[in-house]
């Protein structure tokens, strides 16, 4: 089994910044991509950036030019900084982490949440 942990939400200031983590730990012999969703309330879960093994990235329009995804390979972990926050952007942000465990078994984990609220 793949277990997935996403730290780092909380509570910031319009315009304030937060760096979310996501570690990946397990039966892991290799990981293809780590993204980010997140879903607000009454609202569907919606990607927001991904990153694959590669370091390629993409993003959701709304966050282009203020979050940016990177990851390091050596500890399964990816991490989302995101600047310049929006009332908006207030969801439960969700990770989830698509690879392959030994001997060559895909799999596709998702994380628990972490809260990020944005409010004055």
């Known amino acids: 089994q793949v277990q997935v942990e996403e730290s780092g939400g909380g509570l910031v200031q319009p315009g304030g910044s937060l760096r979310l983590s996501c570690a990946a730990s397990g039966s892991i012999f290799s990981i293809s991509a780590m993204a980010w969703y997140r879903q607000a309330p009454g609202k569907q879960r919606d990607p927001v950036a991904t990153?694959?093994?590669?370091?390629?990235?993409g993003y959701a329009d709304s966050v282009k030019g203020r979050f940016t995804i990177s990851r390091d390979n050596a500890k399964n972990t990816a991490y989302l900084q995101m600047n310049a926050l929006k009332p908006e952007d207030t969801a439960v942000y969700y990770c989830?982490?698509?690879?392959?465990?030994?001997?060559?078994?895909?799999?596709?984990?998702w994380g628990q949440g972490t809260q990020v609220t944005v409010s004055s």
């Open positions: 990153i694959t093994s590669g370091g390629n990235t």
């Open positions: 989830n982490v698509a690879g392959f465990s030994p001997p060559g078994r895909p799999f596709g984990a």
